[in-house]
Structure formats: structure tokens, C-alpha cells
């Protein structure tokens, strides 16, 4: 059965950091590009960051770039996201998903395959 699970959210003080992980079970997520995806209460899901398969290309929204770094560990089928620097307008709902073939837009989460079910991510003081 392929699953993803998410863990490493919280809540945490403006400034702080949380590292986040995908785990993936049912699929080796070598061949998968992988997305963070972001939901706050009230908006559209918001993609985050995005690692592909082959080159190790890497995106990031333009809200979090210089803060946040996504990497993945082959060897443990798992993707991570680490969150420095936290803002309150961070707080929402993170999701890893998995996409079979580079999506044509990064961003765009109806071109992924699979989804988590996500980790509350809370930054406040």
C-alpha cells in the first residue's frame, strides 16, 4: 500500500525552526519527484518546495527561500523540509506528495500522485 506520513510539525515561537519528514511506505521515492505543500486556514494549498528525481533540482516559493531546505535520504525513503527563521504567516497545514513524473508545474498539486495526510505546523508566540 503506498503511504506517506508526515511528522516533525508543532507549534513553535516566531524565529524558531521544526524539520519536518515525509516518510514514504509501498514505493521507493528515488523515481518521485517530491513537494511540500502548505494549507492555511481559509486559502488554497500553497506549494512550498519541490525536489525532483534525477538532478536534484530544488524550488521554493519565494516566501521561503533563505529559510527553509528540502532534502531527501534515499537510503531511508524519506524527504525532510527544515524550517529556520519561522514567521506566524508559516502556521498551516504541511503536506509531502509525490509525483511519478516531473510536473510540468511545480506548484501545481493536481500533477502529483500521491499525498499525505498532513502536519499542523503553528508559529506563535
Known amino acids: 500500500q503506498v503511504q506517506l506520513v508526515e511528522s516533525g510539525g508543532g507549534l513553535v515561537q516566531p524565529g524558531g525552526s521544526l524539520r519536518l519528514s515525509c516518510a514514504a511506505s509501498g514505493f521507493t521515492l528515488d523515481y518521485y519527484a517530491i513537494g511540500w505543500f502548505r494549507q492555511a486556514p481559509g486559502k488554497e494549498r500553497e506549494g512550498v518546495s519541490c525536489?525532483?528525481?534525477?538532478?536534484?533540482?530544488?524550488y521554493y516559493t519565494d516566501s521561503v527561500k533563505g529559510r527553509f531546505t528540502i532534502s531527501r535520504d534515499n537510503a531511508k525513503n524519506t524527504v525532510y523540509l527544515q524550517m529556520n527563521n519561522l514567521k506566524p504567516e508559516d502556521t498551516a497545514v504541511y503536506y509531502c506528495?509525490?509525483?511519478?513524473?516531473?510536473?510540468?508545474?511545480?506548484?501545481?498539486?493536481?500533477?502529483?500522485?500521491?499525498w499525505g495526510q498532513g502536519t499542523q505546523v503553528t508559529v506563535s508566540s
Open positions: 525536489i525532483s528525481s534525477s538532478d536534484g533540482s530544488i
Open positions: 506528495t509525490a509525483a511519478r513524473y516531473w510536473p510540468t508545474s511545480w506548484d501545481n498539486p493536481f500533477l502529483y500522485d500521491y
